[in-house]
T-cell receptor, first 118, second 112 residues
Framework: GAVVSQHPSRVICKSGTSVKIECRSL??????MFWYRQFPKQSLMLMAT?????????EQGVEKDKFLINHASLTLSTLTVTSAHPEDSSFYIC??????????????FGEGSRLTVL | DAKTTQPTSMDCAEGRAANLPCNHS???????VYWYRQIHSQGPQYIIH???NNETNEMASLIITEDRKSSTLILPHATLRDTAVYYC?????????????FGKGTRLSVIA
């Protein structure tokens, strides 16, 4: 399948600091990427839709000033958790839809980034 | 998107076929059935999708009933590495970029 890569896979930070997570589509271009969050033993929850060259669209209850999303190119979207607190500790997953290269719109997901805020 | 219903959990013996059911009785004519799985601490992995015909790929087979109100994902020879949460998602294949909405899925445990 198409490849979506996230970095870092794990990050530990102190409360109050900011953390940036990168999401790259390696073999296709993605005008739109999606960011999900997953707490232990729960399903994935959509946080926001990242659009290349424009502002992200956030789901209800997700603070746009806390979770900054930048989608500056067709292959890269970043999620920055600003002033992180322990309750932000979670598994963050990005995804992108592949239309080219034989794919017909399947969503592919990154490996996920586990954030632990101390 | 139509709602889906899956069993919370299932066990399967290693080497046997794993048959994971999904009910989607309110599915619309333009909605596809997608299956993804999530192995612990990894991102979801696309498995297969179909509209009304049965589909097969290197990972699994998808059997959709004639009335399209239910489907079954079949892993023909389950291995321990197939232990994961399996998500059945129904949505239209749209040209726009819309996300997938995940339910709770079925936790499949493959037992040696």
């Amino acid at each position: 399948g198409a490849v979506v890569s996230q970095h870092p896979s794990r990050v530990i930070c102190k409360s109050g600091t900011s953390v940036k997570i990168e999401c790259r589509s390696l073999d296709f271009q993605a005008t739109t990427m999606f960011w999900y969050r997953q707490f232990p033993k729960q399903s994935l929850m959509l946080m926001a839709t990242s659009n290349e060259g424009s502002k992200a669209t956030y789901e209800q209850g997700v603070e746009k000033d806390k979770f900054l999303i930048n989608h500056a190119s067709l292959t890269l979207s970043t999620l920055t958790v600003t002033s992180a607190h322990p309750e932000d500790s979670s598994f963050y997953i990005c995804s992108a839809r592949a239309w080219a290269g034989g794919f017909t719109g399947e969503l592919f997901f990154g490996e996920g980034s586990r954030l632990t805020v101390l | 998107d139509a709602k889906t219903t899956q069993p919370t959990s299932m066990d399967c013996a290693e080497g046997r076929a794993a048959n994971l059911p999904c009910n989607h009785s309110t599915i619309s004519g333009n909605e596809y059935v997608y299956w993804y799985r999530q192995i612990h601490s990894q991102g979801p992995q696309y498995i297969i999708h179909g509209l009304k015909n049965n589909e097969t790929n290197e990972m699994a087979s998808l059997i959709i009933t004639e009335d399209r109100k239910s489907s079954t994902l079949i892993l023909p020879h389950a291995t321990l590495r197939d232990t994961a949460v399996y998500y059945c998602i129904v949505r239209a294949l749209v040209s726009g970029n819309t996300p997938l909405v995940f339910g709770k899925g079925t936790r499949l445990s493959v037992i040696a």
